[in-house]
């Protein structure tokens, strides 16, 4: 099991988008999951993209929405999401702040199995 880091306390501010850098996908079984931990007053929206080559993408949708320093099931801004991908060799994901009043802080890590 492998995991990579893809945000490591970025913060996202209000009404903006990050995007993580490309991850190559090691097997092509679609094992793979994400943890967050979020912290901060903003709410986010998680999106994963993936691509055959690294340069064009395709969005895979929304993987986790409204997520604030509460969410997850202890309530602490932690959880762990299984990602279903479309094919391709790399992926990436987005963070979206929504409600554009505070900011948010987040880490990702992704597990390939």
């Known amino acids: 099991m492998a995991w990579d ?5 970025v913060t996202v501010t209000k ?6 850098g490309r991850v190559y996908l090691s097997d092509g079984k679609n094992n793979h999951g994400m943890q967050y931990n979020l912290t901060g007053d903003g709410t986010l929206d998680l999106y994963v993209d993936t691509s055959v080559d690294g ?9 986790a929405n409204d997520i604030t320093k509460t969410s997850g099931p202890s309530g602490d801004g932690n ?3 299984p990602l279903s ?8 994901i987005r963070a979206k ?4 009043t505070d900011d948010a802080v ?8």
Do not use: A, C, H, Y
């Open 5 to 9: 880091v893809l945000f490591e306390s």
């Open 15 to 20: 009404n903006t988008t990050v995007t993580s």
């Open 55 to 63: 340069e064009k993408w395709i969005s895979n949708g929304i993987k």
């Open 79 to 81: 959880d762990i999401i």
């Open 85 to 92: 991908l479309k094919p391709g060799e790399f992926m990436r």
């Open 97 to 100: 702040e929504v409600i554009t």
């Open 106 to 113: 987040i880490t990702i890590w992704l597990v390939q199995k």
